[in-house]
Structures are given as C-alpha cells and as structure tokens.
C-alpha cells in the first residue's frame, strides 16, 4: 500500500503551489469574491484566464501530446489545495478536473487540446452530490442520431461550461458520453447554499451529442471521473481546513478580551491543537489519495474513500470553529468565514457524504454489517 | 394573593374590556392597569405582587377569551431585560414612564451593550458619557443591537470614569434611540439578513433623570439585564420532538428514499439529545415552580445550541441535492427571527448564531465551571487596573 | 407525556438518599470496597443486612401487604443513585431490581415477603446483557415435574442469592418462570471486569423448581423485569457519573501544578462544565424514567431507552473524565476510580448497550432506517 | 559514510562473529564495536556517523542473518532516553563506562523524573541533592518508574539548589540503583498490574562523576531526554491494520453474531482515523527521512492514545457477555507491555494510560498550541519565584 508511496511535496508542487497562491491573492482577495458572488457574474473570467491559460493549470493532467502539462493528479490536488484556500470562483472541479477526467478516460473525443489549453470548459454534467461507484445516471435519453432529451440536476460548473459532457443512454439502455455544446442546452442557475460554485440544472430538449464514448467505456469514463473528482476535492477539503485554522489561529493571537489575548485561554488552545492535528491527517490522506490517484495504484478506491470519509468533515467542522471563535464577526457577512462555511459544506455533500465513502470504505476492506 | 382572586380579576377585566369589541391597545393598556400584565410586578406597575406562577392562569384564560397578546416576541428586549432593570433600579417615575408603553408594544425597546471590542468582556466597553450640565454626552459604537431601528429607548452601559478599574467606571442608561446623534446601521449576516444593527453615538444627550441607578454602579446594574436574558432563554417548556429535532425528524419520516445507515444512528442520537434537552428543561421549570431555581439554565443554552447545529448540519446533509440550494440570499430586515423558520440551509447557517449571541459557549462554560463548580477563576490582570491602562 | 411526570425528589426521597448515604460512608468506604472485592467473599454480607432489612431497602417496589415499604420503584432509583455512588458490592439490582420486579409482575410465588424482608435474596436468572425486549432465553429446559436443565451465563449477584428465578421453556416450548434454590444449582464464579458486581454462570442439571408463573405471564414478568431494571440502571449510573464529576472537581481544585490549582485551567473547566451538563441531563432523564415506571406510564418504553441511550455512555464517559483528569493517580489501584471505572463499563453492556436502546427507541418513536 | 560502506561493516561482522556460533553476548559486543549499534553515534561509543537513515539497512541484513538483537522492548529508557543524554552532556569517560553496557542490555537503565507533586510540572520536584564532599546526598521519591527492579543505573533530576527559581536549581544525575538507600516498591494499576513503581531515595550517595551537566543546568538536559522519549513513541511505522484496530476489525469479522448498525458504523468511524493516523505516520516517518522533520510527533501521540481508547472501548462493548469478564487481576510485574496483548478487558483499561504517560495529552495540547501554532503561553506566576516560596 503505502510504502512506496511519495507523500510530500515535491519542490516542483511547492513552486506550483507558490504561483498558484500569488495568483489567487492578487486577483482573488476575501473582497473580490464576496462582491463577484453576489454579482450577475459570479464566475470570475479573467481570473479563470490567467490559472487556466497563462499557467496552464486547466491541463495540467493531460499529457503533453494532447496540449496539457504533462503532470498529473498529485499536482491537480496542490492546485485545488490553493483554490480551496481562496474559495475562488472559478470552474476548476467540473471543468479542469471532472470533465478533463472524464475525458481522459473516455479517449478524449478531440477536446482535450482546447480544454487543456484553458480555451474551452468542458464540464462533467453530473449532479455534484454523485458518489463514486454511483451507476450512470440515467435522466437523459439519447436516440440513434445523437439527440439528447432530459435533464441533469444540480451540475457544478455548469453555468461557465462550453461543453457539457453528458452522460446518457439510447433506446437500448447502452451508455454514452456525449459532448454538448452549451448553448443548445437550457441551464438553469440555482439559488446555491455555496456562493462561490453554484449549481444549475442542465435541461436537453432536443441538443445533438456528440459521442465521446459508448458503452462500457462511457461508464468507466465517468465512474474514474467522479473517483478522481472525489480524490481532488480532498485536497480542496484540505485547503478549506487550513485557510479556516490559519485565519482562526492569527484572529484568537490578536483579539484581546479579559486584558489578554483570546488565544492564551486554554480551552482555545485545546480546541485549535485538535484542530491542528485533524488538518495534518488530513494532509496525510489527501496527498495519499493524490498519488495513488496520479499512480494509478490500484489502492486508489481505498485512498479516495478514507481521504473524503475524513476531508469532507474535517473542512466543516474547521469552517464551524472559525466562525465560533471569531464570535460575532464571525457571523457577518462582511467576514469571508461564511464563504468558506457554505463551500465546506457543500462540498460535504459533493461526490459522495462522508457516510457514503464509509460505507464504501466498508465494502472495500471487508467491515461489513 | 390567591389563585381565585387572580381568576376573578381576569372575569373583571373582561367583562368590562370585552376583547371582541375592544380596540387592541386599549384593551392592553386596560389589562396593564388591572394589574394583569405580570402580576408578579407591584401594584401599579402592571402587577399584583402575586406569585410569578399565578401568570400561567392569566395568560392561558385571556387567550381562551380571544383576548390580545402584546406579541411578546417583537418587544423581547423590553419585556426580558429591560423591564426587570427598570422594576429594580428605576426611580418611581422612571417606573411609571417607562413599563406600561414597554408592555403594550406602544415603546419598543433595544440594548445598547456589546462593542466591537467588547463582547464577551463586555466590561471594556469604550462608549464614553461625560457629565454635562444636568445631562451626559455620549459617543461610541454598539453592535448586536436587535430592534435599534424600530426602538424607541434603549438600555445602554457606557464608561463614565476612565480612570478606575473597568467594572467601577461605568453607568447605565436609557438612551432615547431618536435623539439625532443615534445612527442605526443595519448588520448583515451570513445568513443574507440583517437581524442586527450597529449603532453610532455621536454627541447624543442623555438626561441625567435617564440614569439607572448611581454613576458608577452600571456593572452591578447590568448584571440584572443579562440574568435575566439567561433565565428568559433557557425557561422554556417544549414538547417532544419541538424544535429542530422536530424538523428534522419529520424531513426523515418523509424521505424514506434519502435514509442512510450514518444517517440514521446520527439522526437517533440526536433524537436521544433531543429529549435528555426537553426533559432537563421541564425538569428546571418545575424546580422554579417550586421554588427551587437551579443553575441548570446556563446548560439548557449550550444543549440548545448544540443540539441546533448538530442537527442542522446533519439535515443539510440528510437532503442531498436540496440541500445545496439556498431559499434567498437577498438583504432583509426582520422584526422576528424563528430559527426553525425557513428552510433547511438557512436554519444551518442561522444556528451557527445559537453559541454567540447572549453569551458564548464558552463564557457559559466557565460560568458553570466557576459558579456551579466551584472551580478557580483563571488568574487574572485586567481587574485591578485602570481601564484607560488596559492593553487593547 | 411528561407535563404531568414529577421529575424532582421528594422530601421523604431525600430523607431516604439521606439515610442510604450514611451508611454507605460508614460501611462501604473505598478501601472497604476495594479490599472487599479482592477477597474470597466479594459481597458484604453485613452491609447487605444493614441496607436490606434494616433499612428496608429490599423491599421498597414491594406493597405492604407483601411484606414491603409499599414505596415504589422512584425511591428504588434513589437507593440505586446512592449505590453508584459507593460502587458498594450488595445484590441489589440482581435481587431487589430485577428479581422483585419479576415477582410482583409474575404474582409473587410466595416469595415476596421473605425478599421484601431481606431474609432471602431472589435473583432472577438472565444474562447481565439482556436488553429489554428481548425474547426469553431458551438455554433452560423445563419437564413437566419442573425439573430443570440447562445453564444460564453472566448472571449478576447470583453469587449470593438464595433463590434463583429461572426463565425456562418446557417440551412444548411454553415458558415458564421457576424459583429454584441456590443449593440445588452450581454456581461458576466469572473473573470479572466489575469488581464489585462479578457475573457468574448458572449450571442446572435437574434441579427442581417451583414454578411461579407460566406461559405469557413469564414472559410478560421477564420483560417487565428487563424494563424495570435497565430503568433503575439509569440511576446508578447517574450516581457513578456523580461521583467522579465530584471527586474529579475536587482532586483539580486541590491539584496544583505551574503553581496553579489545575482545576483553573481553562481547558479542564470546559470540559468539567461539559460533564456537569450531561449529568444534569442524566439526572432528568433517569427521573422520568424511575416516574414512569412507578406509575405504569405508557411512556415507560421510550423512557427507558433514553435514559439507559444517554446515562449509559455517560457513565463510562465521566469514569473516563476521572481517570484523565487525576493523571497517574488515577491509573492505580489504590485510587478507588477505577471500581467506577469497571461498574460503568460493565453497566454500558448490562440490559441492553445504549446501541440496543437507540435501536429500539427507533421503533418506538418511529425513527427507521 | 556510504550506504556501501555500512553493508562492507555488515558483512565484515557477520563474517568474524558467525551468529549461529557466537554467543550473543559477545556478538552484540562486536556489533557494538564495529559501530553497527547506532550508525549515527560517534565511531568509538557504537556509531559511524553516519546518516541515521542507514541503520534500517544495518538492522534488517543483521536480522536476514539471523543475528540477535538487544531486545529492545527491554531496554527502552536506556535506548530511548539515557544514551542521547549521555552522548549529548556525559563527559567522555561517562560515554565509555555507560554507553556500551547500556546499548548490549547488560546493564538496564530506568528515568527517575516524576514525582508524586511532580507529573505535569516536573520542574517543580523535590527531591533534594545536598553537597557533600566529592559527591552529593540524594533524598526524595519518585514515581512511575518502569524497570527501576530490574535497573543497574537511573538517570535522576534532582533539586540542588531551592533558593532560585524551579527551572535553574535542577542537576542531572546517573543514580546507581544498587545503593542501599533505594527502594523500590511496585505500583498495582488498575490492571491489576504493577508496571511501574514507585522509588524512595533515602540518603543515596552519588560521585560527583557521575552528574550530568553543570550543576543547576538539569531542566536543559532533561528536555534532551524527554523530546527523544516523544520521538521515539512518534517514529515507527505500521502497517494497514495495525495496532488495535487491526484487533478490533478481526474480531469484527470473526463474530457476525456480534455485530450491530451502531457498533458498524463506530466501528467505520475509526477504521478511517486510524488509517488517517496510520498515513500519518507514514507522512511523518518520510520527511524525517528526507530531512525535514516536522512537528507531528505530538500528534501521533495523541492520535494513538484517541485511537486506543475508543477502540478498545468499542472491542468490549462488540463483546457482549464476554466483554463482561477479565482474564487475571493477580497482580504481576511484566517486564515487556503488549498494549494490544491480553485479552479486550485488559486493552480497554491499559489504554487509558496512553493519555497520561509520557506527557499528558493535555500538555501535548499545550505544547502544539504554543509551539506549532504559536499561541501565547498561560500567563505563569510560578516561574520567577524562588522555588522555596512557590505553594504547593
């Protein structure tokens, strides 16, 4: 299992890491996603073209021969360890890593040059809250010609897609993964919990598809998208958890009350060394999730399940007591806590609740009722 | 005061005060004056010096008659904190002045205590009163004032002697919230509304007639208001499965499709919690009825707002795609906040609020630590000091 | 439900937690119960007499006309509160619990004036783990002249007692409930983790019993007994939890270390106020559970399972506080917090886990999966 | 040093002290002077100086070979707390007398540190060293002292000057454990064990020789001791499974008939924290080896101890009647402790030591709040204070 598996950070992750986190603060303050989330536009364009074009980072998993960085999952997972740290807006999970993953399975269908060169978002159209494991949604019909009837609901990313990558089945029940053009689908923005990557509904009445993959292998393609998708999210888990530890731990060294600063109480110190020591497990699981991920290990399902079992809880409860130890600033809107609360709680219920991966986790290792 | 003679009064003022027939305030105002209002209050002031216990009777047969209420929850602050300050630190006049427009709804009342760097300490407050003629001058921020924009009058603490210790330099006040130095700024929250405001004093002008009790003794004062915010919020009777367990249960037995195993033993804890709450709460208020008050208030406040977020968050989770949506983000202002209103997210965002507001978890914690426990207070350096010498 | 349920104690409780408390402090000290346990004879006979029959005790749920106090069984609650709280080594829940509880509910058998005077000690004969609800052990078999066959393991108090009351099935596997005399039986003395309450199987290889209710009736007096005592389990482990909340606030306001008490230590207050809360919910709830089974409340079921769900873990939870918070003292044998520590855990496991009241408050209240 | 020079050293050894004809006595002596005891100990005291990494290569082609090892379990307080110490602050004659002895087993070592009045806040201990002549006279007790009956030498702090601050009046001693004036007597746990015991020091006389440091430089020579205790309990691997869930997991399977939704789903809980832990470990074990040590040696003390205690906890109750039974209170005096050996009872009770022993978890909170996350200390009044006037 883990014995021959790199753990740390590699000094190239560190340097992407670097660019990446100088990046997101200039261009993605606490006060510049608050405003553009409560926007028209609450996707940032311009932020999305400099991470996914100018540092190539929307390919970073797409070989070189297909127009990408040649890297793989264990750099994604830095990337989205940083996103998670700004609770930027921008299509990273249902574009650069469900879709992109999805595609990579699936062969590719000819769009992995422009989704790799930050050209065109290609979004995984599944709802978020899918599991790995989960059987191919079957809400959308496709008949001989390509022509797609029904919806998806609650699709991350979707509002800044280009390309839908819709799973769906013909007459026969056979799987298909069909590429859509956005524009011949109806997308419909929900009212999300998350400000900072809302959902909407994906209507087809009548779109054509073009199938990127067909059968078993439509199936494949999206059961490792939603494996990868769940792995990479871990490590946006993980950037939640520190930003919110980080935050918290330089608020309570501040803030004075009683004539002495609120961290020197020791049931605070408690708290945030718990805290602390959850966040560095969390490390451990989601870098190990990454590289079986990136490896192809085929502990893989393991290393997801255990990273999200333990990531996915782990940001909430860090998001909770950022907000409770920052007291009532804390509660305000003007404070960028709730943006991190609301992410980490979606992304609790995103590929699949912490219940659902220890379920999983149980059929796997063989811990069963 | 016997039970009978409550009884009877209560057919009195109905027989003359018919409440189908009567207009609404004058029908307050009349109950107020037939010692009905709280009739553990003295005479005169809205009461009968009875037993606080005769009230249930009061209430439950003008309700049975289709009488008014004064609707409670809109004028809370008065009702809970204000009107028992007043009753125990107001002059006869400010008595008379203040309660009968505090119980009827006329005068809403708001509490000017918290600052943005005092809260749980509240004891560091900044707003300066400086003596000026037979009036103060007051200038500062508050926050977490609830109600400020439809308030009359507000309670206010304010630092009259920078130079002593921080408990001993402060007094108490009733600010009238339309004296033109007195700007109410709504706060948003995280959950899109703005329950709260942050007000600004600036040069507003407090008579000296508008002093609660002596200059220097607010601390003392205040301590009245903020027990009995505790003994308000933790007296409470429910019924099983009231509150968010109730929510959540029905969310449950209505989706059998969204059940889950973790779910489940998660769901049946809570439930467990649930009812420990329920009964631990009706345990306490038979121990009042009795004449036996215990410190078990403190506890039902942090069981509250435990069991309000663990259920909540457990909810959210419980409802899947729905509970990645959100009902409306958009600015409102409202008069009254039901936690368990709503839906499912905004009852996990609000609940958040449950171990802040009124005294944090964790200053209840030491309370019962220090208080019912008996345990040593931390050592301490910013008792003996002058306030203006506190570190900040 | 419980608007009508007393939850608080009465006078004349008190005056009886009042006269049980003394003479636990003069008779069962920790180094008496401690040096008791390790000996040949682990219960104190003497002790045993004093609370029974001169106190009365045993005979508190039993009506006068049988020979008892004609009190019910939320006094009985307050005598099992006060045992907790000494750990003492007496039958009371193997005899005055579950046996009493059996006979009144199965017509007495004749029995009930000998037991209610403490001359002769009844223990009904099922294994310490029964949950309420549970179906009537089949491990004994009954023929028609009432002879008797079989075993019953991990019996409480059975070590003492004089009679044993045997759930057992005949041929035609109706049930039946005999009284059998301790001589008659081998008695297997278990090592067992509760020092103070050691388990010990029951071999019966044709003892002869007196059948004291058949059919529906023993089953009925079965389950009932099962109720009543995971009922007034409850309070003894309200009573254990007391104990160890005060002794531990007691040992860390004495404590001093860094040149403090450690009981001013912020994080050790929390923590403390946290167990202070549960056991104030711990004591609500044991009440209305004692309240509605002295009064025949259709609410006995779910009052029961809620109390024995919460004081259950409770119980081990506040040893476990102790043990913590005393440091290495703790850890010795000396220090009498580890007899609290082995009654808790082994009253987590006795009539039901707080697992099996959970699951079986689910049906009630109708909370399924 | 090259990784192909330690492997030459390997086979040298093992070709001139075949292990299946030498006895292990003198193999281990050998092993000691060819410097393949500890590679990174100085070439002399059993080392190379070469990278610690290259000791896992030494150990398993020594192992491969079939050479004895010096059953480590045993001697663990020399290994893991006397020899850093005496290599970091003996002179170089008590690095020749102690070390080689001390590595080969032939003389045990136990660590009298704690005090009854002394756990937490060792620097506040008693025991007093007076002056006297060429050496000193040691008086006090001590407590929690594994191995002390069966220990040559202890390593002992000791208070030799009370008229200054706690921290400054320390000294640092090798006490020889055959002076008549120690006592040892063994402490039952609630095991029913006595691992450890309590040592009573009545007039023990120590050569000057044998002191460790200057005089009053204790404190700073115990933190040597004490970090290297944590390292040690940090720094091993595991495999999937290992430890007590691997205890739990396989009577989980073995008993179907044991199992329930409740326990399952704690029983999951748990499975993924200890693999979290276990990852962990592993993460930390990595960049030890690559050079950059980290701060989660605290953590993994903790984790395990959380661990332990809420699986044992779970094992018992999974057990149903047998959880209710115990192999053997006799009270014994093991000289090697299995946490996960016995049977569940005794797990369940040997696991709430983990907390306690070697540094609560409440002053591993501690140490992680102030020195990873640099929180401010407690504000402290005893550590200016001459150590005669701190309350006790």
């Keep these: 299992m883990s014995g021959e598996v790199d753990l740390l950070y590699s000094e190239v992750e560190e340097e992407l890491r670097a660019s990446v986190r100088a990046l997101l603060a200039r261009k993605a303050s606490a006060e510049a996603v608050l405003g553009r989330c409560e926007s028209a536009e609450p996707y940032d364009p311009a932020l999305w073209r400099a991470l996914a074009a100018d540092l190539g980072l929307a390919g970073l998993a797409v070989p070189e021969a297909d127009g990408g960085a040649g890297a793989g999952w264990r750099e994604v997972a830095v990337v989205m360890e940083e996103l998670g740290r700004s609770a930027a807006p921008v299509p990273y999970l249902g574009g650069a890593v469900l879709g992109t993953a999805a595609l990579l399975a699936a062969g590719g269908g000819g769009l992995l040059p422009d989704v790799a060169g930050g050209r065109r978002v290609a979004v995984l159209a599944v709802p978020l809250t899918s599991g790995p494991g989960a059987a191919l949604p079957a809400t959308v019909a496709a008949d001989g010609a390509g022509v797609l009837r029904g919806r998806v609901t609650s699709v991350a990313d979707a509002l800044v897609a280009d390309v839908l990558l819709v799973p769906a089945r013909d007459a026969d029940g056979v799987a298909g993964l069909y590429a859509v053009a956005a524009g011949d689908v109806e997308i419909v923005r929900r009212t999300s919990l998350d400000l900072t990557r809302p959902v909407a509904h994906v209507l087809l009445d009548g779109a054509h598809g073009q199938l990127v993959a067909a059968g078993e292998l439509a199936e494949a393609a999206v059961r490792r998208a939603l494996l990868v998708g769940a792995g990479m999210l871990a490590s946006e888990q993980l950037g939640i958890a520190e930003w919110c530890l980080a935050t918290t731990v330089a608020y309570v060294r501040e803030r004075r009350q009683f004539g002495r600063a609120v961290g020197s109480f020791q049931a605070l110190k408690h708290r945030l060394a718990d805290l602390w020591l959850e966040v560095v497990g969390a490390r451990a699981a989601a870098r190990y999730a990454a590289a079986t991920l990136a490896a192809d290990d085929p502990d893989a399902e393991v290393a997801v399940a255990v990273a999200q079992a333990y990531c996915g809880a782990l940001a909430v409860r860090a998001a909770e007591e950022c907000i409770q130890l920052h007291g009532g600033i804390g509660m305000t809107w003007e404070h960028p806590a709730h943006l991190y609360l609301k992410r980490a709680k979606a992304d609790q219920l995103a590929l699949g609740t912490p219940g659902h991966h220890r379920a999983e986790l149980g059929r796997l290792v063989g811990v069963h009722m | ?392």
Tied chains: 1, 3.
């Excluded at chain 2, 995280?190 to 508008?210: Q, S, W």
């Excluded at chain 2, 409306?328 to 507001?357: C, H, Q």
């Design chain 2, 1 to 392: 005061m016997e039970q009978t003679d409550v009884r009877e009064r209560v057919a009195r003022l109905l027989a003359e005060h018919d409440p189908a027939r009567t207009d609404r305030l004058a029908f307050l105002r009349a109950r107020f004056d037939a010692g009905l209002a709280w009739v553990h209050f003295p005479v005169g002031l809205g009461g009968l010096a009875a037993p606080r216990a005769h009230q249930v009777l009061v209430d439950e047969e003008l309700a049975a008659a289709g009488a008014p209420d004064n609707d409670p929850r809109r004028i809370g602050i008065g009702l809970g904190m204000a009107a028992p300050t007043v009753l125990r630190y107001g002059t006869e006049e400010q008595q008379h002045r203040f309660l009968r427009p505090l119980w009827t709804g006329e005068e809403v009342w708001c509490q000017l205590f918290s600052e943005p760097g005092a809260g749980s300490d509240l004891a560091a407050l900044a707003t300066r009163a400086v003596r000026d003629g037979d009036g103060w001058v007051v200038n500062g921020q508050k926050v977490w004032t609830s109600s400020a924009h439809t308030a009359r009058w507000a309670i206010l603490v304010a630092r009259t002697d920078p130079d002593v210790p921080k408990h001993a330099g402060i007094t108490y006040f009733v600010c009238d919230m339309t004296d033109p130095g007195v700007e109410v700024r709504p706060l948003r929250q995280i959950t899109g509304e703005a329950e709260f405001n942050e007000v600004f004093l600036t040069d507003v002008r407090i008579p000296d007639t508008h002093r609660l009790g002596p200059v220097g003794d607010g601390w003392r004062v205040a301590q009245t208001t903020l027990n009995n915010e505790r003994v308000a919020i933790g007296g409470q009777a429910m019924p099983r499965e009231g509150g968010m367990i109730g929510v959540v249960a029905r969310t449950w037995r209505d989706h059998p499709e969204l059940r889950t195993p973790d779910l489940h033993q998660r769901l049946l804890g809570s439930w467990v919690d649930a009812e420990v709450a329920r009964l631990t709460g009706e345990r306490l208020r038979q121990q009042l009825a009795s004449g036996q008050p215990g410190p078990e208030g403190a506890a039902m406040k942090l069981s509250f707002a435990r069991l309000a977020q663990e259920l909540s968050g457990l909810e959210v989770e419980l409802l899947g795609e729905d509970g990645l949506e959100y009902d409306d983000w958009s600015m409102r202002r409202p008069e009254i906040v039901d936690f368990t209103g709503r839906e499912a997210g905004y009852r996990y965002l609000r609940a958040k609020g449950n171990s802040i507001e009124g005294g944090t978890s964790e200053i209840l914690r030491n309370i019962i630590a220090e208080r019912v426990l008996g345990l040593p207070a931390e050592p301490r350096g910013d008792k003996d000091l002058p306030w203006k010498e506190l570190p900040r």
